[in-house]
């Protein structure tokens, strides 16, 4: 930051705007009229108070080039972010600034005379009435994924400005990604790159939410910063007509297996078929059939057990998981209620090297799933996945 020392100790007339001082020809003899313009003018102006602070700081050239710009909040040890412009006429903060704090702007330039200029700014933001935060983000800060991980960010409470608060938020890779956000709901985005993620991609989320007003009076209180690694690629296979699963990682074949599926029947009992994703897991996880109502245990629909490695693939009750009952049925017909049954030794491998986002692709079956059905987003083709951005358009990250 441009210290009070420094710009104090620049010789010549002081003009009284925005604190600003020149040094040069004309700095003795030839006195400027007093009323001339500065040669840089800073927005907000010194003195201002309740400042939006999603207006964020604009220094201008009104002669001459801008040199050195520093804007930081009182206190703090760096300055904010900002771009100059190709000719050196402007600069502007990138992202807006911190709710409720003071701030000192200071620029140095020439002042189109051959002389040297300064010029500060003291102002402050504005309290807002209320505020938004981020209440969470999938995945968690340095998790490992697979390579169909989406980035979900959830909000506390509904957007209504969602352009502003979609361009608030930045991703960083070792290599390019394109990919694009969609909204999901009124307090919630997710991020899908355009094909899977390169095996070993590191992934940055910096949310640059604080100040950004995602509704009338209502500013975001705080930003976010996530970190995760993409592992290695494991993409499994489930065809449900063979009744036969294989999973491949890295491209190559590691393992085949004999499967039994959804019995069908009825839409319930019916494995989805299409492009999931592992969600979670558990060892063991406790299944019934209250999850479609049946809770009297004289149904004969009734049941529940413990389910040991279980690796779930949908919100809609699907897993792959250890099923010792169905032996005999796996890999030769479909019995489950709908979940992916695969001997014990094989789902207990499975289930320890699975990764939240590896991809789990099913087929043979008459019913689709859902692109909303747990994190099927990868069933939505590119066009209408990027139709879904307030931005309505598609983004490229930024290299780390």
């Known amino acids: 930051m441009l210290g009070a020392a420094v710009l104090m100790a620049a010789a010549g007339c002081a003009s009284g705007a925005s604190g600003e001082t020149t040094e040069g020809p004309g700095a003795s003899g030839n006195v400027e009229p007093r009323r001339q313009a500065p040669p840089i003018t800073i927005e907000p102006a ?32 760096r300055p904010v972010a ?8 402007s600069w502007r903060t990138r992202w807006p600034l911190q709710p409720g704090t003071a701030y000192t702007a200071a620029s140095t330039g020439s002042d189109g005379r051959g002389g040297r200029t300064s010029v500060t700014s003291r102002f402050s933001t504005l309290r807002p009435s209320a505020t938004f935060r981020i209440s969470d983000v999938t995945p968690r800060t340095g998790e490992v ?9 959830t909000f506390d409470r509904p957007i209504t400005r969602r352009a502003a608060v979609e361009r608030s938020l930045e991703l960083r890779t070792t290599r390019r990604v394109t ?12 991020f899908r790159p355009r094909r899977y993620w390169r095996a070993g991609e590191r992934v940055r989320l910096l949310a640059h939410t604080a100040g950004v007003r995602a509704a009338p009076g209502i500013y975001g209180a705080s930003g976010n910063v996530t970190a995760f690694r993409v592992g290695r690629s494991r993409v499994s296979t489930v065809d449900t007509l063979r009744h036969r699963m294989t999973v491949r990682e890295g491209g190559r074949l590691v393992r085949t297996v004999g499967i039994s599926a959804g019995k069908g ?10 492009v999931h994703l592992t969600m979670g897991k558990g060892d063991p996880v406790v299944m019934s ?4 109502g049946v809770t009297d245990k004289k149904d004969p629909r009734y049941y529940k057990m413990k389910v040991r490695h279980a690796v779930q693939i949908s919100s809609s009750g699907e897993y792959v998981h250890s099923a010792p009952w169905s032996v005999k049925s796996q890999g030769h017909e479909n019995v489950s209620h709908g979940c992916v049954n695969a001997p014990p030794q094989f789902a207990g491998w499975f289930y320890a090297g699975s990764l939240r986002g590896d991809v789990v692709n099913v087929t043979g079956t008459n019913r689709a799933l859902e692109w909303n059905n747990g994190w099927g987003f ?3 083709p590119w066009s209408q996945w990027v139709a879904g951005s307030a931005l309505d358009r598609a983004v490229t990250t930024t290299r780390s």
């Open 46 to 77: 010194e003195g201002s108070r309740d400042v939006r602070p999603d207006q964020g700081v604009v220094v201008t050239a009104v002669r001459g080039t801008l040199g050195r710009v520093d804007v930081r909040a009182d206190g703090a040890s």
């Open 145 to 153: 994924v697979g390579v169909g991980m989406p980035v979900i960010v």
């Open 265 to 274: 029947g009825r839409r319930a009992y019916t494995t989805t078929s299409g």
């Open 179 to 190: 990919g694009a956000w969609r909204w999901t709901g009124p307090q919630q985005i997710v």
């Open 378 to 380: 990868w069933q939505l």
């Open 82 to 89: 900002g771009r100059l412009s190709a000719d050196h006429r």
């Open 289 to 292: 059939s209250a999850w479609m």
